[in-house]
Each structure stands twice: as structure tokens, then as C-alpha cells.
Nanobody
Framework: QVQLLQSGGGSVQSGGSLRLSCTNFQHVAGRNCLGWFRQAPGDVRGGIEVREGVAAIDADGRIRYGDSVKGRFTLSRDNTENTLYLQMTGLKPEDTSMYYC???????????????????????????WGQGTQVTVSS
């Protein structure tokens, strides 16, 4: 088991910016993609808690964003430092959540579909996760 290590996050006012960092994913063999996900209390679909996809980069370097963060969040990767970043700007109260980085074995976790971009509990084992970091945006 590999634990991804996260840093960053915190509390800001609406319109503010924060940056999240994630390291240690280089030790995950067989990873297909890297990404950021978030989960807030009450995030459920069909009565099941889910994690929402925020941004992800696949093995080909293609970056995808969730619809709610497009134009505001930017995913980047520093290969020299083996660090994944999520720069968040124009933060809104609805961005308040626990944010997780992940190194996924299944590419499907990093790809939105026509039903959205939600990761269900039975899929969580398809990735190694960071410990989570809280982002709180006040209005």
C-alpha cells in the first residue's frame, strides 16, 4: 500500500486562491493516471456517497477537468519534483470539500462520462489515495 502525501488547502474567502500538492505517486507501479477528487458531506448519488472528479492527467498527458471547475482550476505536474499540483482560483463556497489526490490503476476513474464524473466506493480500491485536505470557502 502506498500513501500519497498531500499538502496545501485551508480556508479562504470567495474569490480567493489556494494550491494543493501531492507527492509520493512515483512509487505507485502500474498507475494509469493521476488526479484530484473531492468529497463533501452529503455528496451522494442514489443514496451512495461518492467522490467527484475535479481534474486528472492520463498517461498521454491529457488533462481533463470537471465542468464545475473549468476555467478556474489548473492541474500541473512537476516531473523533476514528482509533485502533482492543483491551483485553484476564483474559489466559490460550493468548492468547499475534502480534496484527495489519487494515483489510479483504472483510467475510467480519470475520465468523465455522460453521467458526470463520480467515483463510487467500490471503485475507490482502484487507486491509491492521499490523506485528504480540507478546503473551505466562505462567502
Amino acid at each position: 500500500q502506498v500513501q500519497l502525501l498531500q499538502s496545501g488547502g485551508g480556508s479562504v474567502q470567495s474569490g480567493g486562491s489556494l494550491r494543493l500538492s501531492c507527492t509520493n505517486f512515483q512509487h505507485v507501479a502500474g498507475r494509469n493516471c493521476l488526479g484530484w477528487f473531492r468529497q463533501a458531506p452529503g455528496d451522494v448519488r442514489g443514496g451512495i456517497e461518492v467522490r467527484e472528479g475535479v481534474a486528472a492527467i492520463d498517461a498521454d498527458g491529457r488533462i481533463r477537468y470537471g465542468d464545475s471547475v473549468k476555467g478556474r482550476f489548473t492541474l500541473s505536474r512537476d516531473n523533476t519534483e514528482n509533485t502533482l499540483y492543483l491551483q485553484m482560483t476564483g474559489l466559490k463556497p460550493e468548492d468547499t470539500s475534502m480534496y484527495y489526490c489519487a494515483a489510479a490503476f483504472a483510467g475510467s476513474l480519470c475520465t468523465p462520462n455522460d453521467r458526470g464524473w463520480f467515483i463510487y466506493p467500490h471503485e475507490w480500491e482502484m487507486a491509491y489515495w492521499g490523506q485528504g485536505t480540507q478546503v473551505t470557502v466562505s462567502s
